[in-house]
């Protein structure tokens, strides 16, 4: 931790670099005309590309992923009748999988900072992208760049914050954030992003270990949230411009299911305690996209939030 506290100082006092011209570069991306403070861009320590993404994902089917084990968490995803899920232990070391389901792009997405995991559809303004880690981050979490325009986009904004696509907006993907032995139990006939990634990396091993039960976090936040643990996991819902948190120790205190209006719409959220996850569904009964992440992650992007509390509900 002390080696880790000495190179962030070092990094915050790098933060830029200014050409002669004014611009300003960060990482080597332009930021000058970024839609967030500039002083708020953090270098988190990596060159770009330094966490290398996965560009051509291999995948294994269920019985043949021994690499598992039944505890592990995963995000899975459920599309154009494909079924595929994404060891977090993989995700830890590469935040990004570019991949399709069937012909459509779908950026896979996970920052470990901010415990989110997220997917959206890779097509902007009709042209498909590739993503890649910038080594930035803004609140903590991380900043995407698209490899044909070189934006900067913010997961949890799902936007992007300069360059070409500045105010560009990623359609989110729902996804579910669990864990192996609930997901395989669900679907027996998924695919597995395999540990063959040809980087060498020790999936077996997290460079954050101890990160999600600590109190501290590595970098600053604009908005510090109060009233739970920072790394409490809560279940973020964005509807019509509206947005609620479900913190899963108040979910905890209830059978599991809650019908809710949020913003105009019915929706029903479901807390499975023993695995330790959470979904909202429409009264279609079809997943909603939704933001599975610690709580101090979601205040600072959306300190607005409602907070559900199991009381308001006696």
Known sequence: MNFRIVWIG?????????SSAGSIYKNGFDVTDATIEVS?????????????????????P????DFLKPQDRI?????????????INILNWHEIVNDRFRQEPIVITFCPLCGTGMAFEATVRGEPLKFGVSGLLYN???LLYDRASESLWSQIMKQSISGKYQGDRLRHVPLQHTNWADWSDRYPDTLVLSDETGFSRDYKRSPYRGYDKSRDLYFPVEFRAKGYHPKERVLGLEVNGAYKAYPFVELSKTDGSIEESLAGQQ????????????????????????????????YAFHPQ??????????
């Open 62 to 65: 269920a019985k043949q992923a």
């Open 75 to 87: 995000l899975g995803v459920v599309r154009n009748g494909v079924v595929k899920a994404y060891p």
């Open 10 to 18: 070092f990094c915050l006092l790098f933060t830029s670099v200014q």
């Open 267 to 298: 929706l029903t959220v479901k807390y499975d305690m023993q695995n330790q996850t959470a979904n909202a569904y429409d009264l279609s009964g079809d997943l909603l996209p939704s933001t599975t992440a610690f709580w101090f992650a979601w």
């Open 40 to 60: 708020e861009i953090l270098p988190g320590g990596p060159p770009r590309d330094g966490i290398p993404s996965i560009d051509e994902p291999q995948f294994v």
């Open 305 to 314: 939030t409602e907070i559900f509390r199991a009381t308001d509900r006696k």
């Open 140 to 142: 903590s979490d991380v």
